[in-house]
């Protein structure tokens, strides 16, 4: 696949895919030299990471790019920042692949979880031992590997050392902040808390600075950018990241699975402490919030399903989120006004925050 770097926003995906694709492809002799076993288990990786999504993150990473204002003396090319992008798809990879173990999900954008399909091979295969065991395993190790070979693609990007040097700090900074993210929330599920603090920590570290915070600033730090846009854009990918979340704790609630791809109350069956639920559990007397845990962390049969459906919109939680999704909108759109970019710029972000923002997938 030709590699072309985007002239427009709506180009990134594909762009960043056909980098995705050379990618594996070049990586596919390596794999195939330790073992045709481990080439083809990487050829699952490719899979899941070609098979969908959005490319969110390299769109917003494009974006912070393009806010460089007009001849900065920058000496890099297009190709490398879209390959910088699209590393950040493999991040994704390893994140979904390893969330996919911990909420023990069974399907992603419509297709088997990657662990689920490593435990189906090995009952095709008709191999010893416990099957799920073996797809867990499997799978922790192919997300280690994403992670991996994301380190790979942005050193091999073919970035200036003075820019290599520039976003070092913040790919540090975003891949530990999505860990810790993905810690405190499972921590949150065992320990039970309710409080929407909490439930604010884990948007703000697992998803949203990862998602379209960092992906901005690596854009904007590779392009230059004085320090007063930099941190522009980090407060309007703040605002929006944890809009974007919002919205989905929404659709993992409430949302058609024959649309999002996943089983509808997947979170709410794997107890996660959601922004959503939080706001029900302040809302709610003492016995309906009772009974509303009493669904929460297990497999729930469909009228229970619909029960706590029930519960959560009374409460008038997704009322509450609604109205901050539109607030959180309505801060990134007052921070983008000020900030000291380009109005064309200005009008590709409110556009993709929109985007992200009002999304039923």
């Known amino acids: 696949?030709?590699?072309?770097?985007?002239?427009?926003?709506?180009?990134?995906?594909?762009?960043?895919?056909?980098?995705?694709?050379?990618?594996?492809?070049?990586?596919?002799?390596?794999?195939?030299?330790?073992?045709?076993?481990?080439?083809?288990?990487?050829?699952?990786?490719?899979?899941?990471?070609l098979r969908g999504g959005k490319r969110i993150r390299p769109t917003f990473c494009w974006?912070?790019?393009?806010?460089?204002?007009?001849?900065?003396?920058?000496?890099?090319?297009?190709?490398?920042?879209?390959?910088?992008?699209?590393?950040?798809?493999?991040?994704?990879?390893?994140?979904?692949?390893?969330?996919d173990i911990i909420d023990r999900s069974d399907t992603r954008r419509g297709y088997p979880t990657l662990h689920r399909e490593q435990e189906s091979g090995h009952r095709s295969e008709r191999w010893q031992g416990d099957p799920e065991h073996f797809g867990t395993s499997a799978a922790i190790l192919?997300?280690?590997?994403?992670?991996?070979?994301?380190?790979?693609?942005?050193?091999?990007?073919?970035?200036?050392?003075?820019?290599?040097?520039?976003?070092?700090?913040?790919?540090?900074?975003?891949?530990?902040?999505?860990?810790?993210?993905?810690?405190?929330?499972?921590?949150?599920?065992?320990?039970?808390?309710?409080?929407?603090?909490?439930?604010?920590?884990?948007?703000?570290?697992?998803?949203?600075?990862?998602?379209?915070?960092?992906?901005?600033?690596?854009?904007?730090?590779?392009?230059?950018?004085?320090?007063?846009?930099?941190?522009?854009?980090?407060?309007?990918?703040?605002?929006?990241?944890?809009?974007?979340?919002?919205?989905?704790?929404?659709?993992?609630?409430?949302?058609?699975?024959?649309?999002?791809g996943k089983p509808s109350g997947d979170d709410l069956m794997a107890g996660k402490r959601t922004a959503i639920l939080a706001a029900a559990f302040n809302r709610l007397d003492e016995n309906r919030a009772d009974q509303l845990r009493s669904y929460i962390g297990r497999p729930l049969e469909e009228w229970e399903l619909r029960e706590t459906r029930s519960l959560i919109a009374e409460s008038g939680a997704v009322t509450t989120i609604e109205t901050r999704i539109d607030a959180l909108l309505a801060s990134a759109r007052d921070t983008l006004a000020h900030a000291p970019i380009a109005d064309a710029a200005k009008t590709q972000l409110s556009t993709l925050a929109a985007r992200v923002t009002d999304r039923r997938s």
């Open 63 to 99: 974006a912070g790019w393009q806010c460089r204002q007009g001849d900065s003396g920058v000496a890099e090319s297009d190709i490398a920042v879209l390959r910088v992008a699209a590393s950040l798809e493999l991040i994704q990879a390893c994140a979904l692949i390893h969330d």
């Open 142 to 260: 192919l997300g280690d590997l994403a992670l991996a070979w994301a380190d790979d693609m942005i050193r091999d990007a073919g970035l200036t050392p003075m820019a290599a040097r520039r976003i070092s700090p913040t790919w540090s900074a975003m891949r530990t902040e999505v860990l810790g993210g993905q810690y405190l929330d499972i921590v949150n599920e065992v320990s039970a808390d309710e409080s929407a603090d909490s439930a604010d920590q884990v948007m703000r570290f697992k998803t949203a600075a990862y998602t379209i915070e960092r992906p901005l600033q690596l854009g904007a730090e590779i392009a230059g950018a004085p320090v007063e846009t930099v941190e522009s854009l980090r407060r309007f990918g703040t605002d929006l990241g944890i809009a974007f979340q919002l919205r989905d704790d929404l659709l993992g609630a409430f949302g058609d699975p024959e649309v999002t």
């Open 1 to 49: 696949m030709p590699i072309t770097a985007p002239t427009r926003l709506d180009e990134v995906p594909a762009a960043a895919e056909a980098v995705l694709v050379d990618f594996f492809a070049d990586r596919a002799a390596a794999t195939a030299a330790i073992s045709p076993r481990f080439a083809g288990a990487v050829d699952a990786v490719a899979r899941y990471v």
